[in-house]
Nanobody, 119 residues
Framework: QLQASGGGLVQVGGSLRLSCAAS????????MGWFRQTPGREREFVGL???????YYADSVKGRFTISRDNAKNTVYLQMNSLKPEDTAIYYC???????????????WGQGTLVTVSS
C-alpha cells in the first residue's frame, strides 16, 4: 500500500515536498514513480527513482523537481521547486518491478494528493 501526502496550495515560484509512504511490504527493490493527472487528460509521467537511486524526469520538470528515497523509512519524496500553474494536478506515487515511464508499468498506486499552483 502506498500513501501520498504533502499536496496543497502554493503560489507560483513556490515549493512543495510530496511524500509517499509504503506499507505492507518492502519497496526497497522497486522502482518508484511519480505521475500526475488533470481532468480530461491522461496520467502523465513526472519522474522515477530506481532501487539504485538512479533518477529520470520528464522534460517539463527537469531541473525543478527532485525525487529521493529513504529505504529505512520505506518512503519516497518528490521535491518540487519553482512551481508553475501548469504543475497543478493530482500527483500519484506508484511502484514497479521494472523501470517504466508509463502507468501500465506500475502495479501499486497511492491515492493521489492534489497540488494547486496559483498565479
Amino acid at each position: 500500500q502506498l500513501q501520498a501526502s504533502g499536496g496543497g496550495l502554493v503560489q507560483v515560484g513556490g515549493s512543495l515536498r510530496l511524500s509517499c509512504a509504503a506499507s505492507g511490504r518492502t519497496f526497497n527493490r522497486d522502482t518508484m514513480g511519480w505521475f500526475r493527472q488533470t481532468p480530461g487528460r491522461e496520467r502523465e509521467f513526472v519522474g522515477l527513482i530506481t532501487w539504485r537511486n538512479i533518477t529520470y524526469y520528464a522534460d517539463s520538470v527537469k531541473g525543478r523537481f527532485t525525487i529521493s528515497r529513504d529505504n529505512a523509512k520505506n518512503t519516497v519524496y518528490l521535491q518540487m521547486n519553482s512551481l508553475k500553474p501548469e504543475d497543478t494536478a493530482i500527483y500519484y506515487c506508484a511502484s514497479s518491478y521494472t523501470v517504466g515511464y508509463t502507468p501500465q508499468a506500475y502495479a501499486y498506486w497511492g491515492q493521489g494528493t492534489l497540488v494547486t499552483v496559483s498565479s
